[in-house]
């Protein structure tokens, strides 16, 4: 089993989606099963397809949620300092074509959201920079073709 690697905040969310859907989703698709139910014939009970439909999509992403949790490493970014790209690391790149400056933070998958500035520790540009120094160019691989960046800075905050 390899362990996943997450920031609090990351893991925070993932509990936080697990309880939702054990403690809010679940009773309430229970509650639209019985409901369907008293409708009578269950084989043309659209509702009740859609119920249990609902059910099984909501029992699915529990028990990915439960799987991922009991893999989580926590890693407190607090902690981490240095002038090489790891784990939870804030970068800052400047586009060696465009000039444009862009910030992003490396997280776990979970927690990848690149609109807020956060990059999956498993994607190209992520996987690029992990363990170069402020100062170094790296070349990744993007669906429109090669990119090339500069690493501005390292940051831990």
Known sequence: MDKIPMTPAGYAALEAELRERQQIERPRIIAAISEARSHGDLSENAEYHAAK?????????????EDQLSRAEVIDVSKLSGDTVKFGARVTLIDEDTEEKKTYQIVGESEADVRSGKISIGSPLARALVGKKMGVSVEVNTPKGPKAYEIANVAWN
């Open 53 to 65: 439909e609902a059910q099984g999509h909501n029992e699915g992403r529990v028990a990915e949620l």
